[in-house]
């Protein structure tokens, strides 16, 4: 199972950028994915799951902000980001949850906020 995440950049506040997390190795539609994120000099923070189901859940951090969805067709995971805050700036990861006994990670990409 590989995960490859991409879409990160610069980015002004109060802008969009869209997070990609194309899967390989494995169907993701069945399966438990998240978004984290770690900024520099903190530990890694949990920010949007969707289950197999379509269930979703959200972190109140980016609740409202960020939409997290899955495109089973083309086995990818996205993350779109609104209303981008200079707190935002981390490394953001993609997982794939508790399968096979262990999670899976992406090799994360980097979001940058600033004017």
């Known amino acids: 199972v590989q995960l490859q995440a991409s879409g990160g950049g610069l980015v002004q506040p109060g802008g969009s950028l869209r997070l990609s997390c194309a899967a390989s190795g494995t169907r993701i539609g069945p399966k438990i994915m998240a978004w984290y994120r770690q900024a520099p000099m903190k530990e890694r923070e949990y920010l949007a799951r969707i289950t197999g189901g379509g269930s979703i859940d959200y972190a109140d951090s980016v609740k409202g902000r960020f939409t997290i969805s899955r495109n089973n067709a083309e086995n990818t995971l996205y993350l779109q980001m609104n209303s981008l805050k200079p707190e935002d700036t981390a490394v953001y990861y993609c997982?794939?949850?508790?399968?096979?006994?262990?999670?899976?990670w992406g090799q994360g990409t980097l979001v940058t906020v600033s004017s």
């Open positions: 997982k794939l949850a508790n399968y096979r006994g262990r999670d899976f």
